[in-house]
């Protein structure tokens, strides 16, 4: 299989060791089709890395009420279960499908043999999972925001600071990024709709443009 088709070459955990140590590691995974809406793991499953090679799938926890919390949309490349593999349990995280996604799957005790065969996975393990965490602090911190507008538009001056343009392209579809900022999806667009008529933001699908960032700062 090509080094472009293994899916460990996508995930940045993997991508900085040679081809040949890839495929070693590839050999190891088990690749699954879901279609949209399907699950792809719950709190009942088993200990597994799950690598996203196609597609799209959000993780989301429930509420006391049975609300769903979108948590974070993992895209190619992406990844969850690493705490899995250390042992921690998961007792709320669910993985489902946001269209038709094709997922690699790393079994624990096979992850395990990797850190004793590449003890630098684990000093790359910590890097990421400390970029995770401040993008978990990130969506806590919009929580505490009162108002939607508020949340709206630190989310956009934050994808503008990592894009470093005016221009961002929303990672997630209005469903998701709705349930991610603590609203609706009907919500958001008023919200938005708002945004571009005061011309402090433009808008074509899920590309922005941010116009004024003086204003949204100001909110």
Not at 89 to 117: H, I, M, P, S
Request: proline share 3%; hydrophobic share 40%.
């Amino acid at each position: 299989m090509a080094k472009d088709h293994m899916c460990v070459s996508l995930v940045p955990l993997f991508n900085h060791l040679d081809e040949t140590d890839q495929r070693v590691i590839h050999m190891l995974v088990t690749h699954h089709i879901k279609e949209k809406g399907e699950l792809i793991f719950t709190p009942t499953s088993a200990d597994q890395l799950v690598i996203v090679a196609r597609g799209s799938l959000k993780v989301y926890q429930l509420s006391a009420n049975g609300k769903e919390q979108v948590l974070r949309v993992i895209e190619p490349g992406g990844y969850e279960g690493e705490k899995q593999l250390f042992g921690v349990r998961n007792e709320l995280l669910f993985g489902e499908a946001l269209e038709k996604t094709e997922v690699c799957v790393l079994k624990q005790r096979d992850f395990t043999q990797l850190l004793l065969d590449y003890p630098q996975l684990s000093l790359k393990l910590l890097e990421i999972n400390a970029q995770k965490m401040l993008k978990v602090e990130q969506q806590a911190r919009f929580l505490m925001m009162e108002k939607v507008d508020e949340r709206l538009a630190t989310y956009l001056l934050d994808l503008a600071k990592v894009a470093e343009s005016d221009q961002v392209v929303l990672p997630m579809k209005m469903k998701e990024l709705a349930l991610f900022l603590g609203t609706t999806p009907e919500t958001l667009s008023r919200k938005l709709k708002r945004f571009e008529e005061k011309l402090w933001i433009r808008r074509n699908k899920r590309t922005v443009w941010l116009l004024d960032q003086d204003q949204l700062a100001d909110l």
